[in-house]
């Protein structure tokens, strides 16, 4: 397996989050975030939770508005179920914006524990790293959050900063590129006038977790990688933590829409997307269905699977003068979609006739919107 070699930044190799830029123009900008939460909402209605917590772990928690979705999702179908919530992000920004959504989550759902690390996937939901020597260094820390109001936990949440400038630092991987930890690291949130209910489920160092209710795995890889890499890497490891009942919803775009003919009108062979859901799920069953544990896969269908979300923009927007911002913010979503490197993009910024290309294909279509495919991984036995 090898990734796409990296492109360099000042002295260090392209980290897929130094676009910061097109990342949060993109999620401010189209609706997939609260798409794919409702996407995984339809999962809530078909868990069944047992004594004593609710268990989720989220695989790349990003700006953290898919979980907090899915968490005032959650509360409104279990309001009394305590909930273990787990999610990984290397990103240091990412999980600060991440750690922003929890305080009225806190407020809202007292019995909640959340476990926020900087693992690697086949690591994080375990909350144990695989090397000896990474699980001598880990960092943990335990913040029980006082208070009772989501201001009161919103000012002990905003003054984490120490916390995640020792923990969240990253390297990169001289092999990928890609970002590794340079400490594997892990917090744990809970209110603290909650903490003798939630003894006995509060994560402990050195105790693996296990046995969850969901697993939200939604965007969490570079498209462009290898099935191998995705299934071996992070699908597998995590359907393996799932609990007997327990289903791991994933979700990745396909590139069959107008945000790819916007990209093929400046790359005409350009072609991000090559496997499907059907080529992850074929590997999946090979990977998973190997020992004793039986897993099933939901996810057929293109009624069940695909969904679409599409780029807010009002109806005078995209009329016949469509304004220079939306027209900007149009073909960053479609080149943030398709994961174009900066190196490429930078030569095609200079010509500019990008937004032309991009003017046309809204008008072809009314508008932009992009399409997204879903499958379940159910553990059974
Ligand atoms: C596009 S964001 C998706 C975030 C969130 N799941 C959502 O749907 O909004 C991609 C996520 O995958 C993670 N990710 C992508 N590639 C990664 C890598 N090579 N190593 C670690 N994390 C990675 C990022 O940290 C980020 O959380």
Known sequence: MTDPLPIKIDDHPFRFFDNREKYLLFVT??????VIAERVGRELGRINPRPPALKIFD?????????????????CRFPTVPFVVVGKEISMEDTRLSLDELPDRFAEHPQTVVVISNLYYAEAPGLMPNQAAAQENMQWWDVPLTGKTAHDFSKQIGELDDILQQGWQTKSSTKTGNPLYVTPSVLVL?????????????????????????VIAAQPYRSRTSADFKVD???????????????????????????????????PNEDPF???????????????????????????SDDRSLFTYHMHALPEEIGSNIGTSTLLAAWNA?????????????EVLRHGDYLE????????????????????????T
Do not use: C
Not at 195 to 213: E, T
Not at 233 to 245: D, E, H, N, W
């Open 29 to 34: 900008t189209t609706s997939e975030k609260a």
């Open 59 to 75: 695989a790349g928690m990003g700006n953290g508005v898919v979980l907090r979705r899915v968490l005032q999702d959650m509360h």
């Open 334 to 346: 479609a080149v943030y979609v398709a994961q174009i490197e900066d190196d490429r993009l930078n």
């Open 190 to 214: 809970y209110r603290e006038d909650h903490a003798f209910s939630l003894h006995d489920i509060i994560p402990q160092r050195g105790k693996s977790m296990q046995d969850y209710d969901l």
């Open 357 to 380: 290309a991009t003017k046309r294909v809204i008008h072809r279509h009314g508008g932009l919107w992009f399409q997204d495919e879903s499958f379940v991984v159910v553990r059974n």
């Open 274 to 300: 090559l496997t499907p859901r059907h080529t992850l799920i074929t590997a999946l069953k090979e990977a998973l269905n190997k020992d004793t544990t039986s897993y099933t896969f939901d996810g057929a």
């Open 233 to 267: 890497k992070i699908l597998a490891p995590l359907a393996r933590f799932l609990g007997v009942g327990g289903r791991m919803v994933v979700v990745q775009s396909t590139g069959l829409d107008p945000g790819m003919e916007i990209i093929r009108q400046v790359w």
